[in-house]
């Protein structure tokens, strides 16, 4: 099983999208080393296996043999199952020092974030490589500008920054991985088909309108199931979209557009879409967990509304 399910593209495209997830795993690793040797972590054994676990099949899943990272992958989440990853030591940095940083700084600490996301789209654009390269060479150059802006800025800060990050996520951040994941094996398993199957029980043939609410509901449904408006956009396609409202002749831009829309609806109210949903409470430390959540359900609830009726109007 190899948890690296996006698209890194092929030749030297491939050599840096590997790269990349070595790059991820080894400070997974690194991470799990930390927590193993953390005393002040209540459970540093349960930690470390999780940690170390992710981190290998991140880096080396490639050339591991398929039973080797599927045993890995069920070893990685034996400890979440039982509560065992914890917070150990964290070195973050007092309210003064970042108080005092930002006064030296200024405004300008956003360059490096944008850098980030200035990479990630020339990537996207304009080369046949995946944006998470683009991202990854935009943060490695955010690294020099930060360095640039004060020495403090050390290897060792942004490693010790990173690992941090990780621990604040704990083990929701192996959940895109596995949502990935677990859409090609929906797909590949027919799961299309069982679905066609149950709504031809209950759409008429030729209802287009009918077919089209069926289509946008079930892509907000199966993507808050997946966590992934992609990985669910291919299974009720096949199941609902194609053989219900494409075949009688709907145009497949505005519904395939629409359809991937109201599937992030389904992203805006499921925890499952841990990166939206679920990380910002951890960064925020938020009292309640489900707050964002709680705030997004009303836009998209509307927005859902918005997009059936613009999908029926010129379909």
Do not use: H
């Not at 500008?145 to 192996?174: A, H, Q, T």
């Not at 396609?237 to 194609?242: C, E, H, N, P, S």
């Amino acid at each position: 099983m190899d948890l690296k399910f996006i698209q890194i593209g092929a030749g030297p495209a491939n050599v840096l999208g590997e790269a990349v997830w070595i790059i991820i795993g080894l400070i997974t690793i690194f991470a799990g080393i930390k927590n193993l040797l953390d005393k002040e972590n209540p459970s540093r054994i349960g930690t470390a296996v999780f940690w170390c676990s992710f981190g290998i099949v991140c880096a080396f899943g490639t050339w591991l043999p398929a039973k080797v990272s599927g045993a890995l992958v069920i070893v990685m989440c034996m400890p979440p199952i039982f509560k065992r990853v914890k917070v150990g030591k964290t070195n973050a940095p007092t309210k003064e020092y970042t108080r005092g940083q930002y006064q030296k700084i200024g405004m300008k600490i956003f360059i490096p974030a944008l850098t980030v996301a200035v990479c990630s789209l020339l990537f996207a654009l304009f080369t046949n490589i995946s944006s998470m390269v683009g991202v990854t060479v935009g943060v490695i150059i955010s690294m020099i500008i930060l360095r640039i802006y004060s020495p403090d800025n050390k290897p060792k800060v942004f490693l010790e920054g990173s690992e941090r990050f990780l621990s604040m996520m704990g083990p929701l951040c192996m959940l895109p991985q596995l949502l990935g994941a677990l859409g090609g094996i929906f797909t590949a398993a027919g799961v299309g088909e069982v679905i066609a199957g149950i709504v031809e029980n209950v759409v008429p043939k030729g209802n287009v309108n009918l077919g089209i609410i069926i289509f946008a509901i079930g892509m907000v449904l199966f993507t808050m199931i997946m966590g992934n408006a992609f990985a669910a956009i291919t299974v009720i396609t096949v199941g609902i979209g194609g053989p219900f409202v494409l075949a009688y002749g709907a145009d497949p831009v505005i519904i395939g557009m629409l359809a991937l829309t109201c599937g992030y609806c389904g992203t805006l109210c499921t925890p499952m879409a841990a990166n939206f949903n679920i990380v910002p409470v951890a960064i925020l430390n938020m009292k309640d967990r489900w707050g964002v959540i709680k705030n997004q359900v009303v836009v998209a609830a509307i927005m859902l509304v918005v997009q059936i009726c613009y999908m029926i109007m010129f379909k």
